[in-house]
């Protein structure tokens, strides 16, 4: 096809550029603002061209920063890898022996996402507290598993369903052992799944804020409970927020960009494959 | 499981062993696991939230001790105004937040399913608000661009004439509407984004040689095809903007008084303000009354419009 300048591709163009420009320009000012003194934080109209600088990043690194970072690294991997655990072999149990049930269980699993965080809070907050768990991650780890479980759930027994049938009664014919057929042949051609509900789980579980700031508050903060608290610490100081802001997202957002074609999928779990 | 047991090819009996039976052990220990954490964690939990609700406890006063109250802590919040007016933000917001989203992610699905060049690009940076930590935004939002006096949107209203509003002083509500809109319109883009893909082109084309313009296409036949894609993303939408906590406890922490508290925002303050962990439950009880009522409504809906497993 002959490059054609049509006036209604330009138009779209234009249109789009400019509202994400708007849009997102409050994400790319933050970041800008992180490397800013905090005199020119406030200046209006907000200075586009400066000569950047570090003092808020060392500040950022200095101020323990790190402490919260590191504790959300732990409750977020351990929880992920806790709900890979369990929600692969069930999703493989579900496809390997299939029951008439497969479908109850599937939409129970959905059910439960329905279930408001506030709806089990207190329970678990006494049981954490008695069991002396609360203010350690081991709260953290162990909830976050159990939320992500029917997102990792869903997305693997999507991604079985759709292997090959001779592929799996070629591993039966073999007399290997279930786990042989999952570790061997299920798994290694899965690994995108795996990828993508690792990524939500990860993403879900590091923005969380309710069931950090209840259960680890004290001792064991996230990095989202550093986040809040800054309303009240630190007042109006724009630059070092911003970078301690712009540190808090950076997992999210980039690990965000490579689910993004599995998000909806995760989200709406399976209704809609987007 | 020994290797030296051959499994049974699909279809060919094992001795002793009917069709239905076969692999129930082993299905079993691969699911439980899973079916267990989860099953404690929401469901166990909830009927314990059910059990405490029905008690007078207060966390912080051991010596008052722990009584079976009954529903008195039910009657408290059906004459409390804190509850009636939480329960009223909750729907406010909710209710708000889906209506504006929606409409910014229609128009911004519509705009992403035209060509034109970096498309991708644009898709990638409309979805970013979306994975920007719920906190963080409420930081963003409150401070650098909503401050009356040091914002940017403020210094974009006082240019263009105007006095800007505190608008978390005054109407907390629209001021977290705002931030909650702007974090939520990615997730109804992409649903509607994906109906607007699957929506057939030779069904335009034909349309568009029928004479029909580009209103009359819209209204008559892409409206329509993303009917059920506009249902799920409600139900969705829904269940998880009932539950915002993050941004109301940084951007107002419920205030102005309880101008922008809600359902969930009540059951931590009735917690660790008062430690009151009776009224509390009771609080997060009606929270899951009110989510399943929104979700069984929406479901027949759905079911309706027989979308639910074909939307794909």
Known sequence: MARKLHLGTVVTSLVAYAVTIAIVFPIVWMIMTGFKDEVSAYQMPPSLLFTPI??????????????????????????????????????????????????????????????????????????????HLLDTLWALIIVYAAVNLPLVIWIMYSFFSDIPKELLEAGRVDGANDWQVLMRIILPISLPGVAVATLLSVIFSWNEFLFAVTFSYTDAPTIPVFVSSYMTSEGLFWARMSMALSLAIVVPVLLGWAAQRQLIRGLTLGAVKG | MAETTRPAIRGEPVAGKSMAQRGSAERRLFLFPALILVGVVTQVAFLATIYISLLNWNLVRPDLGTHFAGLSNYTTLLTSETFRTALQNTVTLTVGVLVAGMVVGLLLA??????????????????????????????????????????????????????????????????????????????????????????????????????????????????????????????????????????IYVATQGGPGDASTTLPYLTYQTLFDNWEVGAASAIGVTAVIFTIIVATGFNRILLRMTGYGEAQ
Do not use: C
């Open chain 1, 54 to 131: 570090l003092d808020n990043l060392n500040e950022a690194l200095n101020s323990g920063i790190m402490t919260y970072i590191e504790h959300s690294a732990v409750a977020v991997g351990a929880s992920t890898l806790v709900a890979l655990l369990l929600g692969i072999p069930a999703a493989f149990g579900l496809v390997w022996h299939p029951r008439k049930s497969n479908p109850n269980v599937l939409f129970w699993l959905i059910s439960t996402k329905f279930m408001p965080a506030v709806g089990v809070l207190i329970p678990l907050y006494l049981i954490f507290k008695n069991v």
């Open chain 2, 110 to 247: 519509l705009l992403l399913n035209r060509p034109f060049p970096l498309r991708g690009l644009v898709r990638t940076l409309l979805i970013t608000p979306f994975f920007v930590m719920p906190v963080a935004t409420a930081e963003i939002w409150k401070n650098m661009l909503l401050n009356p006096l040091f914002g940017l949107i403020a210094w974009l209203i006082q240019t263009a004439g105007f006095t800007p509003p505190d608008i978390f002083g005054t109407h907390p509500l629209i001021g977290i509407g705002i931030l909650l809109t702007w974090e939520w319109y990615p997730f109804f883009m992409l649903i509607l984004l994906g109906g607007l893909q699957s929506l057939p082109e030779d069904l335009i084309e034909a349309a568009h040689i029928d004479g029909a313009g580009p209103l009359a296409i819209f209204r008559y036949i892409t409206l329509p095809h993303l009917q059920r894609y506009i249902a799920i993303a409600s139900l969705f939408g829904l269940i998880y903007l009932l539950g915002i906590f993050g941004e």
